[in-house]
Each structure stands twice: as structure tokens, then as C-alpha cells.
């Protein structure tokens, strides 16, 4: 496995980025190679401080954000469940941290699916043990099951599946999460300082492979990240989306 690259590895040591969220960075940079193309970013916020900014490699030729609220200043204005763009029209669909706010989630997935043309790629993360965000939009929780499911039923052949973080990912995400919002600033960095190195550490021995062969440990994740494709001939999605 590969390792965590700074200034990735420093999230861990920062208590306003959850053990989830560095995780989920540094496995989006391993896959980077394949975001390619006319990207469609569900859900994404442009310049996000805490954005999943390193898939944005030399391949990508056109980012579009896609979200439903205006204020995010996305390029598309839409709900995802009914997207305003041509079938088979973008090489990647980037849809992370989003199914969870949405009341549909089967049928956002059959959009994503629409628009994605034959050989592209869909990049999917969806959590399972995690804090409620964004209230009152926050309304669902996946486990692996419902995520090859609905894979596989929007006709999207799934690549990889990978837990993000075991049972001490869980445990020291919700420590961590705990001590960023004490509000006593001295005591909040001193408890800190104390808990961060062991966190960091477990958290560490799960990504070297400790605990994957334990069906106890593996039980909990605090969510899942999804690599599918769509199932044809690879071309150029490009032309049929300008054609619109």
C-alpha cells in the first residue's frame, strides 16, 4: 500500500480534519489516474478549503459542479436525481460525501450512470459509522450491501471496494470530532496533544493491515469508497457534451 504523502499525512494531526476525511484524501490520490476527461462533480463545492482537490490531474480537461444549491456556486444548478445533460456525456463522475443528502438515492444513481458514457468512471464515497452533517439534510447511512446494489443495478460494473478506516478509525473519529469542539482553547489543544500520537498511530496500523482479517474490526468503517465503471466502448465524451 501506498504511503500518505505531506501534506496529506498532516491531516491526521489536525483536529479540524477527521481521520475519515485525510483517509479518504489519500485513497483519491492513489486513484487520480483515473479521473480523466469532462469530469461531473455531484454535489461538489467549488474551492472547498476542505475539497477533495488532489483528483484534479494533468488528464482533466473540464471540471463541472453540478449541485442544487446556489450558493455553492456550481456551474450547473440542478438536483441530481434530474440533471440537465445529455446521456453518455462525461468521462468521469466524481459523487463523494453527496448520496447521504439526497431523498433518492437509487435514482440519483441511475443519473450518474445515464451520463456516463461507455468506459468512463464513477468515483462513489458514501459513509456508514459517521457523525450527522450538514442537519437537517443529512438522511441516510450505507453499508457495503447497499452499495454493490445499487452498483449494480444502474448497469455499472464496480471495480474496487474499500472500507475507509476499521473499528480504531471509528472510535478515534469521534474522539477527535469530540475534542475539536471544546471550547476552552488551552484544554482543547492540551487533551489534544495528548490523544492525537496513539490516534494517529492505531489509525496508522489499520492502514498498514492490522485488524483486516478480524470479521470483529472489519464489521466497522466509518464508510465506503467505490471505483465502477460503465461497461462499452471507451471514447470521447467530450463532443457530445459541447454538442448540447
Given at each position: 500500500m501506498s504511503r500518505i504523502r505531506w501534506p496529506l499525512a498532516a491531516d491526521y494531526l489536525r483536529l479540524s480534519v477527521t481521520y475519515r476525511r485525510a483517509l479518504l484524501h489519500a485513497w483519491l490520490n492513489k486513484w487520480q489516474n483515473q479521473v480523466r476527461g469532462?469530469?461531473?462533480?455531484?454535489?461538489?463545492?467549488?474551492d472547498n478549503p476542505v475539497g477533495f482537490d488532489t483528483l484534479a490531474g494533468s488528464s482533466v480537461h473540464r471540471w463541472i459542479y453540478l449541485n442544487i444549491l446556489l450558493a455553492h456556486a456550481p456551474d450547473i444548478v440542478a438536483d441530481a436525481a434530474h440533471m440537465p445533460l445529455a446521456e453518455e456525456g462525461i468521462d468521469t463522475v466524481v459523487c463523494l460525501e453527496t448520496l447521504e443528502h439526497v431523498s433518492d438515492p437509487?435514482?440519483?444513481?441511475?443519473?450518474?450512470?445515464?451520463?456516463?458514457?461507455?468506459?468512463?468512471?464513477?468515483?462513489?464515497?458514501?459513509?456508514?459509522?459517521?457523525?450527522?452533517?450538514?442537519?437537517?439534510?443529512?438522511?441516510?447511512?450505507?453499508?457495503?450491501?447497499?452499495?454493490?446494489r445499487m452498483i449494480k443495478d444502474t448497469g455499472l460494473e464496480l471495480l474496487?471496494?474499500?472500507?475507509?478506516?476499521?473499528?480504531?478509525?471509528?472510535?478515534?473519529?469521534?474522539?477527535?470530532?469530540?475534542?475539536?469542539?471544546?471550547?476552552?482553547?488551552?484544554?482543547?489543544?492540551l487533551i489534544g496533544f495528548l490523544f492525537l500520537p496513539l490516534?494517529?498511530?492505531?489509525?496508522?496500523?489499520?492502514?498498514?493491515?492490522?485488524?483486516?482479517?478480524?470479521?470483529?474490526?472489519?464489521?466497522?468503517?466509518?464508510?465506503?469508497?467505490?471505483?465502477?465503471?460503465?461497461?462499452?466502448?471507451?471514447?470521447?465524451?467530450?463532443?457530445?457534451?459541447d454538442a448540447e
Open positions: 469532462t469530469v461531473l462533480d455531484v454535489g461538489g463545492i467549488r437509487p435514482q440519483v444513481m441511475r443519473e450518474l450512470s445515464r451520463v456516463l458514457h461507455p468506459g468512463g468512471v464513477l468515483l462513489l464515497s458514501v459513509p456508514f459509522l459517521y457523525r450527522i452533517h450538514s442537519a437537517p439534510d443529512d438522511f441516510l447511512r450505507f453499508t457495503e450491501y447497499q452499495v454493490q474496487h471496494l474499500e472500507r475507509v478506516g476499521l473499528l480504531f478509525t471509528v472510535l478515534c473519529d469521534m474522539i477527535k470530532q469530540a475534542i475539536s469542539e471544546i471550547r476552552i482553547t488551552p484544554m482543547r489543544w490516534a494517529t498511530l492505531l489509525v496508522g496500523l489499520e492502514r498498514l493491515g492490522m485488524g483486516r482479517q478480524s470479521s470483529v474490526l472489519t464489521r466497522y468503517t466509518t464508510g465506503y469508497l467505490a471505483l465502477a465503471t460503465k461497461a462499452g466502448k471507451p471514447e470521447n465524451a467530450a463532443s457530445k457534451l
